[in-house]
């Protein structure tokens, strides 16, 4: 942009420029969020509030470098942020060795839900798969084994030859992790 542009001048390119862009990435964004919001209403609001912050963005001293990039990321927090609720709620609890049941499926929305619920599981599925690649190996087999093929404890044990107090620990010891790395996200979807 011509920076010895008046100030008139200048504010007329910044609106063409925006108009621009706008029209272009309209159809784009507007069906990246109707995937994701099934209220065509709600989805407008989005997309008009993503344009806005868009505007604001532009007139700053440093404008928005990749823009497309841009309204995405913004498009996908506005999303996000409709799975907040009013009050904050943290995760579950890890497991002791007085509970065998399944923490995974307590902190994840039911697929059956919605699609709002649906999204939210996936993204926090992405998270999740994200996170347990940095456990150490025989936390994460723990994990996996117990929480996502159901297998108790006591199975594990007797198949692997490892104590039960041992494998209690490893998967206290990555939920503890999984926690601590997945509850910013989870505080997102507030769910």
């Keep these: 942009m011509d920076?010895?542009?008046?100030?008139?001048?200048?504010?007329?390119?910044?609106n063409k420029r925006i108009a621009e862009t706008v029209t272009r990435e309209r159809g784009r964004l507007r069906n990246f969020i109707?995937?994701?919001?099934?209220?065509?209403?709600?989805?407008?609001?989005?997309?008009?509030?993503?344009?806005?912050?868009?505007?604001?963005?532009?007139?700053?001293?440093?404008?928005?470098?990749?823009?497309g990039a841009w309204l995405f990321r913004v498009a996908r927090n506005r999303i996000i942020d409709r799975f907040r609720k009013k009050r904050e709620e943290p995760l579950p609890q890890a497991p002791n060795e007085d509970?065998?049941?399944?923490?995974?499926?307590?902190?994840?929305?039911?697929?059956?839900?919605?699609?709002?619920?649906a999204y939210a599981r996936s993204?926090?599925?992405?998270?999740?798969?994200?996170?347990?690649?940095?456990l150490p190996q025989e936390q994460r087999d723990v994990f996996i084994a117990h929480?996502?093929?159901?297998?108790?404890?006591?199975?594990?044990?007797a198949e692997?030859?490892?104590?039960?107090?041992?494998?209690?620990?490893?998967?206290?010891?990555?939920?503890?992790?999984?926690r601590a790395r997945l509850q910013a996200i989870y505080d997102e979807f507030n769910l």
């Design 123 to 134: 993204v926090l599925l992405d998270e999740l798969y994200a996170a347990l690649d940095e």
């Design 147 to 157: 929480e996502m093929e159901g297998r108790s404890f006591k199975e594990l044990a």
């Design 160 to 178: 692997s030859g490892v104590a039960l107090n041992t494998l209690l620990a490893r998967k206290r010891y990555a939920v503890l992790h999984l």
């Design 3 to 14: 920076t010895t542009l008046s100030p008139n001048a200048l504010m007329t390119e910044q």
């Design 34 to 67: 109707r995937r994701r919001v099934p209220d065509a209403g709600e989805a407008e609001d989005i997309l008009q509030d993503v344009f806005f912050e868009y505007v604001e963005a532009y007139r700053l001293p440093e404008p928005v470098e990749q823009v």
């Design 99 to 117: 509970d065998d049941g399944h923490w995974l499926e307590d902190v994840l929305p039911s697929a059956e839900s919605g699609p709002e619920a």
